[in-house]
Nanobody, 122 residues
Framework: QVQLVESGGGLVQAGGSLRLSCAASGFTFSTYAMGWFRQAPGKEREFVAGITWSGGGTAYADSVRGRFTISRDNAKNTVFLEMNSLKSEDTAVYYC???????????????WGQGTQVTVSS
């Protein structure tokens, strides 16, 4: 079956960095756009970053542009999120998602991972 498994979350001080990974299986990874979303307690799930199936196009939320970088390795069925200059407001559960196109709308994604917790302390 389809699986998306996130890893790399943890506790980090403000200003620090983390790299999240999402390993995909059970579908043709190279034909799907991939994205990262996050959800903090009491908040709606929000778009963070997206990348086209080829890796040739990316999109970022205004709140993370210039700090986060999304990338993918289709040979390894893996998508990454490099997070730099982390802020307390980045604290959330981060989810990997797969869809037919890059989208900022969570409901338009077909597959989701279980999430990985990122906590940024000040």
């Amino acid at each position: 079956q389809v699986q998306l498994v996130e890893s790399g979350g943890g506790l980090v001080q403000a200003g620090g960095s983390l790299r999240l990974s999402c390993a995909a299986s059970g579908f043709t990874f190279s034909t799907y756009a991939m994205g990262w979303f996050r959800q903090a307690p009491g908040k709606e799930r929000e778009f963070v970053a997206g990348i086209t199936w080829s890796g040739g196009g990316t999109a970022y939320a205004d709140s993370v542009r210039g700090r986060f970088t999304i990338s993918r390795d289709n040979a390894k069925n893996t998508v990454f999120l490099e997070m730099n200059s982390l802020k307390s407001e980045d604290t959330a559960v981060y989810y990997c998602a797969a869809g037919r196109v890059v989208t900022r709308l969570p409901r338009r994604n077909d597959y989701w991972g279980q999430g990985t917790q990122v906590t940024v302390s000040s």
